[in-house]
Antibody, heavy 120, light 107 residues
Framework: QVQLQESGPGLVKPSETLSLTCTVS????????WSWTRQPAGKALEWIGR???????HYNPSLQSRVTLSVDTSKNQFSLKLNSVTAADTAVYYC??????????????WGQGTAVTVSS | DIQLTQSPSFLSASVGDRVTITCRAS??????LAWYQQKPGKAPKLLIY???TLQSGVPSRFSGSGSGTDFTLTISSLQPEDFATYYC?????????FGQGTKLEIK
């Protein structure tokens, strides 16, 4: 079955760029949307954005100025870049498959999450 | 931006109880709503999509209803494994957002 795995540095310095990659295994990245969501410790989920396999993107307006999503279909991967990070960006970051069509089918497959700390 | 408000934020209940969690959207979102369950240290799990459709493999004691601005998640008879935090999530004009969560605790 389809599985997702996040990867990237667990520690990022303030003002630098957070970069994470999600690898899709057991299936192809084509014809689905793929989302990033984060969760600070003890707090609610926050949707960051989504990307279609064609490269079409939708971003959370509150993060749009700092976020870039990209996709590499040849590697079955999609990526997140968040620039100018601060301590407020410290969170567990999740990637997920995001199914949309006639209805919204929800985020049905999630990675296990990766913890990122912003600290000098 | 559309805001989702869940109530209650905390809920204490016993095994066997019937519980209902409400999610209210700040403007109409038709049926573009999903519900998730999250346990500590784990990724969220999709329970319900399109407001009322049960995701494959999810027990039938979970049900969802509503459309427009008011939605509910009901667990008909709580089981020990149901104690977790629940989130609603909306999709509108290709943007998404989550509610603040409802933590369901054992009484």
């Amino acid at each position: 079955q389809v599985q997702l795995q996040e990867s990237g540095p667990g520690l990022v310095k303030p003002s630098e760029t957070l970069s994470l990659t999600c690898t899709v295994s057991g299936g192809f990245i084509d014809t689905f949307y793929w989302s990033w969501t984060r969760q600070p410790a003890g707090k609610a989920l926050e949707w960051i954005g989504r990307i279609y396999s064609s490269g079409n993107t939708h971003y959370n307006p509150s993060l749009q100025s700092r976020v870039t999503l990209s996709v590499d279909t040849s590697k079955n991967q999609f990526s997140l870049k968040l620039n100018s990070v601060t301590a407020a960006d410290t969170a567990v970051y999740y990637c997920a498959r995001d199914a949309m069509g006639t209805y919204y089918y929800g985020m049905d497959i999630w990675g296990q999450g990766t913890a990122v700390t912003v600290s000098s | 931006d559309i805001q989702l408000t869940q109530s209650p934020s905390f809920l204490s209940a016993s095994v066997g109880d019937r519980v209902t969690i409400t999610c209210r959207a700040s403007q109409g979102i038709s049926s573009y709503l999903a519900w998730y369950q999250q346990k500590p240290g784990k990724a969220p799990k999709l329970l319900i999509y399109a407001a009322s459709t049960l995701q494959s493999g999810v027990p039938s004691r979970f049900s969802g209803s509503g459309s427009g601005t008011d939605f509910t998640l009901t667990i008909s008879s709580l089981q020990p494994e149901d104690f977790a935090t629940y989130y609603c999530q909306q999709l509108n004009s290709y943007l998404s957002g989550f509610g603040q969560g409802t933590k369901l605790e054992i009484k």
